[in-house]
């Protein structure tokens, strides 16, 4: 890597002002040359520069770091949460003078953020990598873009977190060589925000993709994980028998390795199945069945199991049991930050039951905005079509057309019959 480049992505990493590092050493014009590699400055200058940065003028090239630190995004991409988090705490305070080695650690710490859901140090993260994104290599290129992509689908922005997985598709496509396993993990990730946008014919095709990836590896946890998203596809288009085939291969699987959290996530989807279906008893056995194999740490998987379990007691009118699991649900959410989507889903069935006049208003003026804000389509169309009913049934007829019609404008930018 030029000198300049090294000396400036350096520089944002200290989080040195221009002004910091140039003071009675050069100019703040020429160090701005210097990093933007527009002029050669002495040997003098540039010694003086990475002196103060804490670096080596010359760059030396520390392959094992590099390798440990690709070792430590495949634990994350294998999902191996303690050692994963165990190398970060005994890796994070080490000094490199090597600028490639120090990349990926900032892209691969990027990752480690978002893979221990912590949106808000992801977030930053990002910003100031955009400082200097413009001197990374294909290779890194690459990783911003998926990781990035992964930032984007926590965050529920999935028409954005598509336009960076297609760039790192672009990239991952051409002469660059990637492992299988990442080839396979880009595949799932393509298939998965699919789904949640709807567009389940090309979900599917990405997920058989990174699944055939995955049985050619023997990698049975991810083979399972392909198989409940190919199961979650067929629910969402009413192929309810191929839906509860790819649920039970799951599950023979996860029981087979004898994985919990596979067993919650499959559960979990089975007990959505079953909702669909109008078997709230089953529905209810399986969410709670979900909620037992899912470790206090899956917070959003959790939430979604509560929200489940909320639903369908509201459903069969047992309010007691929707009010414990509203009580669990925001005790939850008050514990952690980016919850957002949840606590209007459970302020929703809090005003319902407490048949709240701020209801109506709550749906407008919060529940609409954040989903339209983020661009979720299907709650966009539920909450619509929740207050075109309530709209109906005081006789405000005017509003209760322009809000169902809202609800079908949304279905049909979710649905993958009008993609």
């Known amino acids: ?65 590099l390798r440990e630190l690709h070792d430590w995004y495949h634990l994350m991409v294998a999902r191996k949460r303690e050692p994963a988090i165990a190398f970060y705490d005994s890796y994070e305070s080490k000094n490199t003078n090597d600028s490639r080695v120090a990349i990926f650690f900032v892209l691969f710490e990027l990752r480690y953020f978002i893979f221990i859901k912590q949106l808000d140090k992801a977030e930053a993260q990002i910003k100031k990598i955009e400082l200097y994104k413009d001197i990374f290599d294909i290779r890194m290129n690459y990783f911003y873009e998926k990781i990035v992509g992964q930032f984007y689908y926590f965050k529920s922005q999935f028409s954005v977190a598509m336009e960076h997985f297609k760039v790192a598709e672009e990239i991952l496509t051409s002469s660059v060589h990637f492992e299988s396993w990442e080839t396979a993990d880009l595949y799932y990730y393509k298939g998965l925000n699919n789904n949640r946008m709807g567009k389940l014919a090309l979900s599917i095709v990405y997920i058989q993709k990174a699944l055939a990836i995955y049985q050619s590896l023997y990698d049975l946890k991810r083979s399972a994980e392909c198989q409940i998203l190919l199961g979650i596809s067929y629910e969402k288009i009413n192929e309810f028998e191929m839906a509860e085939e790819n649920y039970l291969l799951a599950t023979k699987v996860a029981e087979g390795i004898n994985d919990p959290s596979l067993l919650g996530l499959i559960y979990h989807n089975q007990a959505v199945l079953y909702s669909k279906l109008g078997k709230s008893t089953l529905a209810i056995e399986q969410f ?113 057309s322009y809000y169902f019609s809202k609800a079908i404008s949304s279905l049909k930018k979710h649905s993958h019959l009008y993609q």
């Not at 369908?312 to 980016?338: M, R, S, T």
């Not at 709240?356 to 983020?374: Q, R, T």
């Open 1 to 65: 890597m030029e000198i300049g480049s090294r000396i400036r992505f350096f520089r944002i990493q200290k989080n040195m002002t221009q002004e910091e590092l140039a003071n009675e050493i050069i100019s703040i014009s020429y160090l701005s040359k210097i990093e933007n590699n527009q002029t050669s400055a002495s040997i003098e200058v540039l010694e003086l520069l990475c002196d103060r940065l804490g670096i080596k003028l010359i760059e030396s090239e520390e392959y094992e770091q």
């Open 288 to 400: 709670r069945n979900s909620l037992d194999h899912k470790e206090e740490h899956v917070v959003i998987g959790r939430l979604r199991s509560i929200h489940g379990l909320i639903e369908e007691y509201y459903k069969i009118g047992d309010y007691e049991n929707c009010k414990k699991w509203l009580h669990e649900g925001f005790a939850i959410v008050e514990k952690h930050q980016d919850l957002t989507e949840f606590n209007i889903h459970f302020i929703y069935y809090d005003y319902l039951l407490q048949k709240s006049e701020n209801l109506v208003k709550f749906i407008e003026k919060d529940a609409l905005s954040f989903f339209e804000n983020i661009g979720h389509h299907l709650y966009i169309a539920y909450y619509s079509e929740e207050l075109g009913k309530i709209y109906q049934e005081n006789h405000k007829y005017k509003l209760a």
